[in-house]
Nanobody, 121 residues
């Protein structure tokens, strides 16, 4: 019912910047409640980076505040994550997430395929 296609990511030196994008497509029975970015480093659990609720503004993890900016284009149903001043500890696979609601099915989560971000020191 929902497809998330991510782009961006790659290798960057510490202090550099990257921009991730996620295009969300859905069928008419789906209401997207929030779109967000999560990341998972090797050996660690997946963690929230930033999330935008429908009609609201972005909320950020402490590690992302002041460095990352999440934006949403409602008309195009895309979200972007501008990451500045990247550090080696930001190295992870970044995932786009859609938290959705469907009548009779309730709430569920969909995930993109993930995109690798590697920051060298």
């Amino acid at each position: 019912q929902v497809q998330l296609v991510e782009s961006g990511g790659g290798l960057v030196q510490a202090g550099g910047s990257l921009r991730l994008s996620c295009a969300a497509s859905r069928n008419s029975s789906v209401s997207i409640l929030t779109l967000g970015w999560y990341r998972q480093a090797p050996g660690k659990q997946r963690e929230l980076v930033a999330v935008i609720p429908r009609g609201g503004s972005a909320n950020y993890a402490e590690s992302a505040k002041g460095r990352f900016t999440m934006s949403r284009d409602i008309a195009k149903n895309t979200v972007s994550l501008q990451m500045n001043n990247l550090q080696p500890e930001d190295t992870a696979v970044y995932y786009c997430n859609a938290h959705i609601f469907q009548i009779l099915r309730g709430r569920s989560d969909y995930w993109g395929q993930g995109t690798q971000v590697t920051v060298s020191s």
